[in-house]
């Protein structure tokens, strides 16, 4: 969970100085990051951690990657109870005609290899939750910067989760502001990275460093039209 986790302190500035007499930012600097609105100028702010990773985009994309996951488990988990159906069926209808002792040592290794897939989709189970409680780490790691860098605008000494304040006021839940810039900033630069980048074309050669420039019409293999004044 992330609740109780979103907890970050300004470190006091040089000579002991507390973040609430630090001098204000320059005019202009709640700005400086991309798409970023005025926010109020507050020692405490409040944040919505639940969702802040469910109403953003990015927390979206990573939850949206674990859906995947948990997808592919039960469709694997599906799969496999089929055919254990279908092993059942022929192991019964193949009763009459064993010998008792041939039908329980089958039947025997079929109730192990039932024990035996049962344990390892529990295991995948128990990964699934692990991978969970990961992305939410993930969320909260690749946030931070973004969370700091309003305290700083804000003038904020602490973020607190909202669900373990008693009272506050709207204006200073930064929850909706957050996540504004969050995807500004995670989501537009995982599309930044995704782009592929154009090459420049390479410059035609020359003769300097003694490579000589292919003549006109080399590359579609034609003969260049003689001079005029050679066919005269």
Do not use: H, W, Y
């Given at each position: ?28 600097a ?14 405490v ?29 039960a ?10 159906a ?33 344990r ?44 373990s ?8 839940d ?16 995982a599309a ?26 080399a590359?579609?293999g ?11």
């Open positions: 969970m992330l609740a109780g986790t979103l907890a970050f302190g300004l470190c006091a500035a040089p000579g002991g100085t507390r973040a609430q007499d630090a001098a204000p930012p320059q005019e202009g709640a700005e400086a990051s991309a798409g970023a609105r005025t926010v109020l100028r507050s020692p702010l409040v944040i919505d951690s639940e969702r802040l990773f469910s109403g953003s985009g990015f927390g979206q994309q990573l939850a949206d990657e674990l859906e995947a996951r948990a997808a592919e488990i469709a694997e988990n599906r799969r496999i109870e089929a055919a254990l279908e092993e059942e069926r022929q192991l019964t209808e193949r009763r009459a005609e064993l010998a008792p002792q041939a039908f329980r040592d089958l039947a025997d290794a079929f109730d192990e290899k039932v024990s035996r897939l049962r390892e989709r529990d295991q995948a189970a128990q990964g699934l939750g692990q991978d969970s409680e990961a992305i939410r780490r993930q969320f909260l790691s690749a946030v931070e910067p973004v969370l700091d860098r309003l305290m700083q605008d804000a003038g904020a000494a602490v973020i607190l989760e909202r669900r304040v008693f009272v506050t006021r709207e204006a200073v930064i929850t909706d502001e957050a996540i504004a810039r969050i995807d500004a900033t995670l989501l537009s630069g930044e990275d995704a782009a592929p980048t154009e090459e420049a074309p390479a410059a035609p050669a020359t003769e300097e460093g003694g490579v000589t420039a292919p003549t006109e019409g590359a579609t034609t003969t260049p039209a003689p001079d005029e004044t050679e066919a005269d």
